[in-house]
């Protein structure tokens, strides 16, 4: 499985096979400048309709959007309900988790997660071989709940996103609060990295992508 930061909380995920799923596809703003979504693509998964997550008509080759559980290309998608706040919606509305598995690795896209997860969905999640999350708070969990988060679902990698870089202009904080004080991080020097079964690790390590776009 090979994963592709594009920027934000838009991933490109190419299987083995050569199916490709971009996860939450944003729209440039006055305040997100990052390079256009310009990939092709077989699936598009989206987990809330807000700017920055939905904007699938940019993704080429007449992509599936999912939004909900549903299989598409013999993989299936489990979206368990989530909100984007602590309030159960009130402030931001409601989000989706996207649980998926692509060559036998289970992925883990949690969107604009809010909140801590409760019991519940912990369960509904499951095991976690690679855990896309924010860490840049204001509008998602921060690097506090982050961490919560991630030592709830004890995931074999964390990716962080939707933090500061220099083309995001939002009133969100940069990835070394989240990094603060932890083991096992890697920073690359590159937006893509590679994930074969039997070759993750067994303690959870944190790598940190740069965006491509």
């Known amino acids: 499985m090979k994963v592709k930061w594009l920027a934000h909380a838009c991933f490109l995920i190419t299987s083995d096979s050569g199916v490709r799923i971009i996860t939450d596809p944003y729209e440039l703003t006055n305040a997100l400048t990052y390079a256009p979504v310009k990939e092709t693509a077989d699936i598009v998964t989206v987990s809330h309709d807000h700017f920055d997550h939905n904007n699938a008509k940019a993704v080429r080759g007449n992509p599936i959007i999912v939004r909900k559980t549903t299989e598409v290309k013999g993989i299936t998608f489990r979206g368990i309900p989530s909100h984007h706040d602590t309030t159960g919606g009130k402030e931001r509305g409601n989000n989706t988790i996207f649980c998926f598995e692509v060559d036998s690795i289970k992925a883990c896209h949690v969107g604009d997660l809010g909140h801590r997860l409760d019991d519940q969905q912990v369960k509904e999640v499951g095991p976690v071989d690679v855990l896309f999350l924010p860490v840049g708070g204001f509008y998602t969990i921060d690097a506090k709940v982050a961490t919560q988060v991630v ?63």
């Not at 990716?159 to 890697?186: D, Q, S, W």
């Not at 893509?192 to 965006?211: C, D, H, R, S, Y």
Request: some cysteine; proline content about 8%.
């Open 151 to 213: 030592d709830q679902l004890q995931p074999k990698v964390a990716i962080p996103m939707h933090f500061k870089v220099e083309r995001c202009g939002l009133p969100i904080t940069g990835v070394a609060e989240f990094l603060k004080g932890k083991k096992n991080v890697t920073q690359l020097e590159t937006s893509e990295t590679e994930f074969k079964v039997g070759k993750l690790p067994n303690a959870t390590q944190i790598i940190v992508l740069q965006p491509a776009n």
